[in-house]
Structures are given as structure tokens and as C-alpha cells.
């Protein structure tokens, strides 16, 4: 049941049009309420959340996630 995300900072300082970043903090909070999906299904909800935040804003670095989900 154990969950891996590993991410570039990209993803966690995406910052919309205040200058306001994406933050781990939201990051962590995206990642508990899709915890209960596929890996696939986690890596495109963060994608998402990110591209929301972002709005119009054009992302100012490379964004990398990776997620491994341990099932038994």
C-alpha cells in the first residue's frame, strides 16, 4: 500500500499570474485525495492540479512526476 511520488521542483514552484507557487504543501494535498487511484490516474491528477494553478501563466521550468504504487 505504499506510495512513492518523486517530482522536479518544476512541478511543486509552477506559479500562476500573482507569482503564487503551486507549493508542496497543495502538492501533498493533491496526492491524498488521489492516493486511492491508479499510478497512471495520479500522475495526470497532479498534472491537472498544476496546469489549473498555472491558468494562462507558461511554465517557467520543466516538470517531471513519477509515481510508484506498491500493491500486495
Known sequence: G??????????SEATNAQDEEF????????VDTLAHLP???IVDGLCAAVA?????????DDMTVVVL???A
Request: glycine letters at 10%.
Open 39 to 41: 499510478a497512471r490516474a
Open 2 to 11: 505504499d506510495l512513492f511520488v518523486f517530482y522536479t521542483d518544476g512541478l
Open 69 to 71: 504504487k506498491v500493491t
Open 23 to 30: 507549493g508542496v504543501a497543495r502538492l501533498l494535498a493533491t
Open 52 to 60: 489549473v494553478h498555472r491558468g494562462d501563466h507558461p511554465p517557467s
